[in-house]
Structure formats: C-alpha cells, structure tokens
C-alpha cells in the first residue's frame, strides 16, 4: 500500500548490483507489478491527460438529460402511463431545451471553435467523439421534430401556419420510438468516449462508464421532469408515483455501478476519488446528496399506502440533479487526477499489467 | 503519391550522450519556438516532456546507488552510469491518436509515419488522453494539436530527420524499418554479448508495441525496464475498449428501457 518510494530515494528496484549492467532484472524473470508500481521516470506523468473543464462536463450533464428525458418521454407515451400525456409533453419540451445549449457548449471548447465543421467531414466508427458528433446531429433532428409536433398538439402552433401543416404528417409515436436509440446513444456513448483512452480511471472502468452515464442520465432526466411536474397544477400522485418508482431504479443501478467501478479501479486508481476535495465530493455529493438522499425520500414515497409529497418529489429531485452533474464533474476530474498519476498508467499499462479486462491484476 | 517503403527511428539508448542536439535540430528545422527555460529540479532534463513544441525530449536517468546505497564500482560497458534517452512520437503502426481523431486531421503518410494535418485539426483534444506514450499536446499559440512529423517535410525531398541528421553518435538512427529491425537485432545481441543482459527492443509485440498497437516505427534499445524512461511496457490501444464499451451500454440501455416500461406504466 502506497509504498512507492521516490527515484531519488530508491534509483534501483532491484537489488542487483550496479555495474555490468545487471541494475535491473530481466523483464520476465523476477520483476513483479509491485516492482513496476515502484519505479517511474521522476513522478512525471507518462500521458498528457485531456484539457476538459466545465464545458465538456456541463455537456455530459445537459447531453444526457435531453436524451434521458427523450428515452422517458417516448416510454411513457409507449406504454401510456397514468398521466403519460403530461410525462411525455414536459419530456419532449424538456429534451429539446437541455440539448439546444450542448453544441454551443462543444464548440466553444474546441482549440478552434471556427473549425466545428471538420468534425462533419468523416464518419470514424472506431473514434466515439466521431460517432457522438453524428449521433448529436441524428438526435438533433429526432429531439426538435419531436418537441414541435408536441407543441403543435398542444396548440402551442397556430391552427392554420404553414408548419402545422407540414408536422402534420409526422408519426409521433413512431418517431418517438426510432428516436430513442440515437437518445439513448446520447446518453451513454460519454461513458465510452472516456473509457477509449489511455486515462487509467476511466480505461480500466470500459464497460461500466457507458453504462453509468446512461443510468445516471435516465435519473436525472427523471428528476427533471418530476421536479417540473410538481411544481404544476393538476399532476396527479399516480404520475409523481411512477417517476419516483423510474428515479429510485435508477439510483439502485447506479450505486450498483459505482460501487463495482471502485472495486474494479484498485485503490492505487482510486485515489482521486478517495482523497481531498474530489474525493469529499465524490462521497458526499455523488453518493450522500446524489443517490443516498433521494432514495431515501423515494423510498419513504413508494412504501405501500403512502403518496409521496410535492415537497418531497421536489427535494429528491433537486439532489438527484446536483448528484448527476456532480457525477460527471468527480469523474471527469478524477481521471484527469489519475492521468498525471505514472504509477496509475503503469498499474494498467506496466510490467505486471494484464491484457485488457476486468479482471486483470491490478497494482493495489 | 506513390507508396515508398516504411520508415522509421531507432533510438539506441546505449550511444546517447544527452547533447540534446535532436532537441534542437528539431527545433530549428520545425522552426518551434522555446517553451521552458526554467529547472525542472531533477537531473539534467530541462525539457521535461514531450509537447506541442517539443518533439524531441532527451530523458535523463541519474544512477547513484542502488537500492541499499551501494555505489557503483564499475561503468557499464557502454556508457556512465547515466540512462538517456531521446524520446520522440512512436509513429505506431496502428496509432490511437489516428483512430481517436474525428476530424481525420492525423493520417498515416505514404512513409507509414502518423501526421497531424494542421488546416484540418480543430484542436478537440481527443488524441490527448488517447496516446498511451503521453505525446500529442495541445498548443497555446495556435489551440492545434502538434506533434513530431518524423520531419515529413524532408523525406519526401529524400533528405534524413533533422534529428537524425543532427545526432553525433548515431543514437537516432533513420531508415527502412525492416531494416532498422534487424539492425537493433544484431545491435541487442551484441550488447548482451558484452555483459548487458538487460539490454532489450522497446516497440516490438512483446514490448512496447503491446495490445493492439502492433509496433512502434519509432523504436528503442533499452537497458533498464521501460518504467524507468516513463515508457509503459504493456501499453495499449484505447480503441480496442470501444465495442465491448458500446455492447455493455446497449445492454444496460435495453434492461434499463425494460424496467422504465415497468415503472411508467404503474401499478396493475
């Protein structure tokens, strides 16, 4: 445990001699992944670790709010839920409202913002940040011409324009429906834009970082609309009910992803999460305030024979949402953390590293 | 554009002198301005890392003693008992910077190198954290990425990397790669010949080149394990996480859809 002494203090790993060249063992011999762990090139970091900050993070957060929001609207107008209508009027309003700011958000953070366009000239299948740019641009379409036909249904269009006429023939279940995979796309593929790095957090996490931003993106999108659900007259019990049952499974899952992603991190990986602010955040805010908490409330809702309460819906939702942004901040930063980490990269990419899995032996 | 042979670097550690000549040369050729006139703190390396206007870093390994203080009481066969080691881009043979790019600005050349193309490039920053060695960077002055273009400029006029061309000892050494290969081949077994059992190719499959990079165009000849120059044995490509990412998300988004049919549809 975290006995990785200096180079100044400790230049050779092994105990051989100095000279003839024999400072160090043979690769294979008798060099294990502790040794690894030992040895580094003066602390420095072995891999530049990416610039994002608070544009790419708000980004993760309004991304998959608007495709969880997209996913929740088209299920309850799918299933037709007790005030489906109303779920699925405020998802799709709500959907279109978190997305409009996202490619803003993206093209401010590019070195060069003017240069947006290049990211239009290749489909790559193998690049996620590729795949997410025409994934956006298909949901785009998706998300906008959803929210207008709902707002034409509303009447929120007059009667007789010309683009109530043209939304007309627009099959709104249908595309709520095929909607739903480039929304649920939008909501997940974050995960697996940071796991096909080099970063060691979030590489080693691969096949629970998509699934985490997908979970965490249908809660908060739950949150969302429950929270702007009580806030308006008339929506019944039943439909906050069912919002809550959606926001509480959520949150199951993702304690569940967390708590697997940590164990699968090691503790030398995990150390960003665990130390200083980060790590405050990450307990308190991630955990306490953003899944805890809400649970707890949802749970005291969902016992049989109780209603939750306007004032309850409004404070769980609240948490879920600083959670879910939390989230993304915790992980964003911690992998940033871990990547200026030498021994993190050789925990995953050294002499004792296994091939790539869950399951290799990491240095703990 | 016609298809030449695939070229490439040897960086043999055992004949650098740590002139920083390559740094230089580099510099000057690629007419990249300084970055760093400060102390690092640590040995004779000034430099650091690799960076947007680095593209050469001479690393410097200082041995003193070994682990229980004994100090050295003879020289290696080779050199002092200093490890250097003029890093550079490895030009992989499959680069996860290249696969990272969504702009298609990092192409493979005609010499099987790996550039970025600067008109292209809008500075996303995705091949940042995609390199495993740690060698794109984004720069200040104009927000592109930069990075060594195995001095693309000069072989398509025939002529050697500057830093090749500029290292006193033949450390750098520029070429066809199968030839560089079986020259490093030749070089490893003499060392060990001579006493340094531990002298070994860093960028083959076996080292270096690991996990789905395939090898290094830009390789080494090391004498200590790759750690010690803040290069990653086993390193990886990231894009191979990609498709088992995507499958294990799909998977939650169907079980999650399911159960959100469940919620939503209330009570029976």
């Not at chain 2, 499959?94 to 809008?122: K, M, S």
């Not at chain 2, 500057?162 to 199968?178: E, V, Y």
């Amino acid at each position: 445990m975290s006995r990785e002494p200096h180079f100044r203090e400790a230049p050779l790993t092994a105990s051989a001699g100095v000279d003839a060249g024999r400072n160090w063992e043979p690769r294979r011999k008798s060099r294990s992944a502790g040794d690894a762990a030992r040895t580094s090139y003066y602390d420095q970091p072995v891999i530049h670790k990416p610039h994002w900050g608070w544009l790419i993070i708000t980004y993760f957060f309004l991304g998959g709010l608007s495709g969880g929001s997209y996913v929740i609207a088209s299920i309850a107008e799918l299933v037709g839920s007790p005030g489906g209508g109303r779920i699925t009027r405020v998802g799709r309003f709500l959907s279109l409202a978190a997305l409009l700011p996202c490619p803003i958000l993206l093209i401010l953070d590019l070195g060069r913002p003017e240069r947006f366009l290049m990211m239009l000239r290749v489909v790559k299948l193998r690049s996620p940040m590729s795949l997410g740019t025409w994934g956006l641009t298909m949901f785009g379409g998706c998300c906008t011409l959803s929210a207008l036909s709902e707002a034409a249904g509303a009447g929120l269009i007059g009667d007789s324009n010309g683009l109530r006429r043209l939304l007309r023939p627009v099959p709104t279940r249908v595309l709520g429906a095929v909607g739903m995979l480039p929304a649920f796309f939008i909501t997940g593929y974050t995960g697996v834009l940071l796991a096909a790095t080099a970063v060691p957090l979030w590489t080693r996490s691969y096949l629970l970082l998509g699934p985490l931003f997908l979970t965490s993106s249908l809660s908060s999108a739950a949150a969302a609309i429950a929270l702007i659900l009580a806030c308006m007259r008339g929506t019944s019990r039943k439909t906050l009910a069912s919002l809550e049952r959606l926001g509480a499974l959520t949150h199951v899952a993702e304690i569940g992803l967390l708590l697997a992603a940590r164990a699968n991190a090691g503790d030398r990986l995990a150390r960003p999460l665990e130390s200083g602010r980060l790590g405050q955040l990450h307990r308190l805010g991630v955990l306490g305030v953003g899944l805890l908490a809400p649970l707890a409330l949802e749970s005291r809702a969902l016992r049989p024979g109780a209603a939750p309460s306007r004032a309850e819906t409004i404070a769980a939702s609240i948490c879920a949402l600083i959670g879910g942004y939390l989230l993304r901040y915790v992980t964003v930063m911690a992998g940033r953390a871990s990547a200026d980490d030498p021994y993190s990269t050789f925990a995953i990419a050294g002499v004792g590293a296994g091939g790539p899995g869950l399951s290799g032996d990491p240095v703990r | 554009m016609s298809i030449q042979q695939a070229m490439g670097f040897l960086t043999d550690t055992t004949l650098c002198i740590g002139c920083k000549a390559c740094e230089v040369a580099c510099k000057q050729w690629n007419q990249l301005p300084m970055d760093n006139l400060g102390m690092t703190g640590f040995s004779y390396d000034n430099t650091g890392d690799l960076s947007a206007t680095t593209w050469r870093h001479v690393a410097f390994v200082e041995r003193i003693a070994d682990a229980e203080g004994r100090r050295p009481t003879r020289l290696q066969p080779f050199q002092s008992n200093w490890l250097m080691l003029s890093d550079v881009c490895k030009h992989c043979e499959h680069a996860a910077c290249l696969e990272a790019c969504p702009t298609g600005a990092i192409v493979r050349t005609e010499f099987g190198t790996v550039i970025i193309q600067q008109d292209i490039c809008n500075g996303c920053g995705y091949c940042l954290p995609a390199c495993p060695f740690g060698v794109p960077q984004l720069s200040d002055i104009d927000h592109r990425a930069h990075k060594c273009t195995l001095c693309y400029d000069r072989l398509v006029d025939g002529l050697e990397p500057a830093c090749a061309k500029s290292c006193p000892t033949d450390s750098i050494q520029f070429g066809p790669l199968d030839e560089l290969r079986a020259r490093a081949k030749v070089r490893v077994d003499e060392l060990q010949e001579r006493g340094v059992e531990t002298a070994q190719i860093y960028g083959d499959e076996h080292l270096g080149g690991t996990g789905g990079i395939g090898g290094l165009n830009a390789f080494f000849i090391l004498t200590a394990p790759p750690e010690v120059y803040n290069l990653p044995s086993h390193p990886e490509l990231p894009q191979r996480k990609v498709l088992p990412g995507f499958l294990s998300t799909a998977g939650m988004a169907l079980a999650l859809g399911v159960a959100a049919a469940f919620a939503l549809r209330g009570r029976p």
